[in-house]
C-alpha cells in the first residue's frame, strides 16, 4: 500500500521561507507524477505545483519564482521550498501521487491516487 508521510510546515512570518517534505513508501515512486495542493478554511483545494517523473515542473501562476519543487527518487520523498512567503499562501498544504501518469490534468485533484495527511502553512502579517 502507498503511504505518504509529510513533514516541514508550521509558522512563518511574510517573506520567510519553509521547506515541506513528503516521503513515498510502498510504491514506485520514481515513475509518479508527484503534486503538492493546498487547502485555505473554506475553500476549495488548489493546485500549487507538480513534478514529473521525467522531472518537468508546473507551478501555480501566483507561486512562481518563490515556490520550488523537487524530488530525490533515492530517497522516495519530494519537496516543495517556499521563499518570500505571503499570508495568502496560509493553508493546509497536501502532497499527492499520480501513480498512472497520463491519466488526467497535474493540475486536477481528480488524477492524483493517493494523498498525504497534510500539514498546516501560516504566514503572518
Known amino acids: 500500500q502507498v503511504q505518504l508521510v509529510q513533514s516541514g510546515g508550521g509558522f512563518v512570518q511574510t517573506g520567510g521561507s519553509l521547506r515541506l517534505s513528503c516521503a513515498v513508501s510502498?510504491?514506485?515512486?520514481?515513475?509518479?507524477?508527484m503534486g503538492w495542493f493546498r487547502q485555505a478554511p473554506g475553500e476549495c483545494r488548489d493546485f500549487v505545483s507538480t513534478?514529473?517523473?521525467?522531472?518537468?515542473?508546473y507551478y501555480l501562476e501566483a507561486v512562481k519564482g518563490r515556490f520550488t519543487i523537487s524530488r530525490d527518487n533515492a530517497k522516495n520523498t519530494v519537496y516543495l521550498q517556499m521563499n518570500s512567503l505571503k499570508p495568502e499562501d496560509t493553508a493546509v498544504y497536501y502532497c499527492?501521487?499520480?501513480?498512472?501518469?497520463?491519466?488526467?490534468?497535474?493540475?486536477?485533484?481528480?488524477?492524483?491516487?493517493?494523498w498525504g495527511q497534510g500539514t498546516q502553512v501560516t504566514v503572518s502579517s
Open positions: 499527492a501521487a499520480d501513480s498512472l501518469p497520463g491519466r488526467g490534468s497535474l493540475g486536477s485533484i481528480d488524477t492524483y491516487d493517493y
Open positions: 510502498g510504491g514506485t515512486f520514481s515513475t509518479y507524477s
Open positions: 513534478i514529473t517523473a521525467s522531472g518537468n515542473t
